[in-house]
C-alpha cells in the first residue's frame, strides 16, 4: 500500500512542479523580455516597425539621444511623427509605470541588439531626467 502512495506521488510530482514556478525575490526581468512584453507588438521582434504605422528602431537617430528615447517611453507619441523622412501614424502609450533600472533594461536592449547604436544607459540617469520630461502635455519630436 505504501509503495502504491509513493509510486502515485513520483509519478505526480512532475505535473505539480509545472504549475507551480520558483519564487525567486523581486529580481527585475531582462531587457529582451521587457521589450518583448511591452514593445515588440508595435515595433516588431526585429525592431524594424510596422509599415507607416509604427516607426523603426533600427535607422532611427532619436534612439541614441538619451532624452529623446525616455521622453518617449515616459510620455508615449500621438499623431503623425517623421522618423527618417517618413510618415507614421501610429500612437505609443505612456511606459511611466516602468521603473527606472525597468526602462534602462529596455533602451539598452534596444541599443545593443536592434539599433546597435548609442551608449549604456543608467537606471540612475533615467531617474535623474525622469521629472525633466515626464509631462502630460510635452511634444518630442523624432525628426
Same mark, same amino acid.
Given at each position: 500500500? +505504501?509503495?502504491? +502512495?509513493?509510486? /502515485? /506521488?513520483?509519478?505526480?510530482?512532475?505535473?505539480?512542479?509545472?504549475?507551480? =514556478?520558483?519564487?525567486?525575490?523581486?529580481?527585475?526581468?531582462?531587457?529582451?523580455?521587457?521589450?518583448?512584453?511591452? /514593445?515588440?507588438? /508595435?515595433?516588431?521582434?526585429?525592431?524594424?516597425?510596422?509599415?507607416?504605422?509604427?516607426?523603426?528602431?533600427?535607422?532611427?537617430?532619436?534612439?541614441?539621444?538619451?532624452?529623446? &528615447? &525616455?521622453?518617449?517611453?515616459?510620455?508615449?507619441?500621438?499623431?503623425? &511623427?517623421?522618423?527618417?523622412?517618413?510618415?507614421?501614424?501610429?500612437?505609443?502609450?505612456?511606459?511611466?509605470?516602468?521603473?527606472?533600472?525597468?526602462?534602462?533594461? &529596455?533602451?539598452?536592449?534596444?541599443?545593443?541588439?536592434? #539599433?546597435?547604436?548609442?551608449?549604456?544607459?543608467? #537606471?540612475?540617469?533615467?531617474?535623474?531626467?525622469?521629472?525633466?520630461?515626464?509631462?502630460?502635455? +510635452?511634444?518630442? =519630436?523624432?525628426?
Amino acid at each position: 500500500m +505504501v509503495w502504491r +502512495v509513493l509510486k /502515485c /506521488c513520483v509519478t505526480l510530482l512532475p505535473f505539480y512542479l509545472a504549475t507551480i =514556478s520558483p519564487d525567486f525575490g523581486d529580481q527585475p526581468a531582462n531587457g529582451e523580455e521587457l521589450y518583448n512584453e511591452h /514593445c515588440r507588438s /508595435c515595433h516588431q521582434k526585429n525592431g524594424k516597425g510596422f509599415f507607416r504605422v509604427y516607426p523603426p528602431l533600427t535607422d532611427s537617430g532619436w534612439v541614441a539621444d538619451d532624452q529623446k &528615447i &525616455i521622453g518617449n517611453l515616459l510620455n508615449g507619441l500621438k499623431g503623425p &511623427i517623421v522618423v527618417n523622412g517618413k510618415d507614421y501614424e501610429g500612437e505609443m502609450p505612456s511606459f511611466r509605470y516602468l521603473t527606472d533600472e525597468e526602462i534602462a533594461l &529596455i533602451v539598452n536592449y534596444i541599443r545593443e541588439d536592434i #539599433a546597435e547604436t548609442g551608449a549604456v544607459l543608467k #537606471a540612475s540617469e533615467v531617474a535623474r531626467l525622469r521629472p525633466l520630461l515626464q509631462s502630460d502635455s +510635452v511634444e518630442i =519630436s523624432t525628426k
